[in-house]
């Protein structure tokens, strides 16, 4: 199975043509270039002609492009669809996603406008609505015309929808995240965590993009460049972790261990699903060495 390494999207204001330029050059796994939050009403349509020429362009390597379109409800969402539509990034970002009828929607109409296969939907999870949903959003991964394949979340939005505080450890929001998690990997969904705000913390990032990562989150957003490192550093596979995640399969691998559900391992009992696991490990450090190269 091939990975595509999440652990660091950036958020790029759509209306700000150097920070698009200089996405390109960015170690970040991915982008997003944003129509909505980072774009004031009155910029949105350059915004827009700028966000679709770029991605025209290319040029961005092996770093994932998305596209964050303005909300269903919102006058700018219908042509920010087609525009992305037809500038063909890797994924359109819908936000305020809250119901299977808004997916379902948004699949709808990339089909009707022919829209390449390769272009995915990413769903924006922000409002309480999308937590309580939030199975059955995630089900909708399963039928191949919703394009679904991501859920990014929403935590600054959320916050303000529910008048939960931001703190350190984010206790308030844990319960709705482990949920959004289960999910997501319940139904082979990949999901991002929130930004973190305070860009002057390098310390309290560092502890969210670990305790993201001990979660289960496959990557983080970001607001700025300065958080791309420390957050490639903390979603990365370990050297000493990715080398035993090797000596696992190899175990496993051996012929007389073919049909066993349990070996011993440098003195331990191990279970074939570890070896499972320590595929994944592997997969996903080659998938960066590869992005890297």
Known sequence: MAFRPRRSVLYMPGSNARAIEKA??????????????????DAKEQARRQVVDAVKAGGFGPREVVIRVNG???????????????????????????????IELIGQRLLDMKTNHKTRVWAMIETPEAIFNINALAAAAHDSET??????????????????????????????????????????????????????????????????????????????PNQIEPCNAVFSPGADEVA????????????????????????????????????????IAEAINNARG
């Open 72 to 102: 269903i409800d919102t006058p700018w969402h219908a042509d920010d669809l087609a525009a992305a539509a037809h500038a063909g990034p890797d994924a359109i970002l819908i936000p305020k996603i809250g119901r299977i009828a808004q």
């Open 147 to 224: 394009r679904l394949a991501g859920f990014v979340m929403g935590t600054n939005d959320l916050a303000k929808e529910t008048r939960a505080r931001l703190l350190p450890g984010r206790a308030p929001m844990l319960s709705w995240l482990a949920t959004c998690l289960l999910a997501a990997h319940a139904h082979g969904v990949d999901i991002l965590d929130g930004v973190y705000n305070n860009l002057g913390d390098a310390k309290g990032f560092e502890e969210e993009c670990i305790q993201a990562r001990d979660m289960g989150f496959d990557g983080k957003t970001l607001i700025h």
């Open 24 to 41: 390109r050059a960015l170690p970040a796994d991915g982008v997003i270039l944003d129509l909505e939050d980072a774009v004031a009403p």
């Open 244 to 283: 035993h995640a090797r000596k696992l399969i190899a175990a496993f691998d051996l012929p007389e261990n073919k049909d066993k559900g349990v070996v011993q391992v440098e003195g331990r009992m191990v279970e074939r699903m570890h070896a499972e696991m320590a595929r994944r490990t592997v997969a």
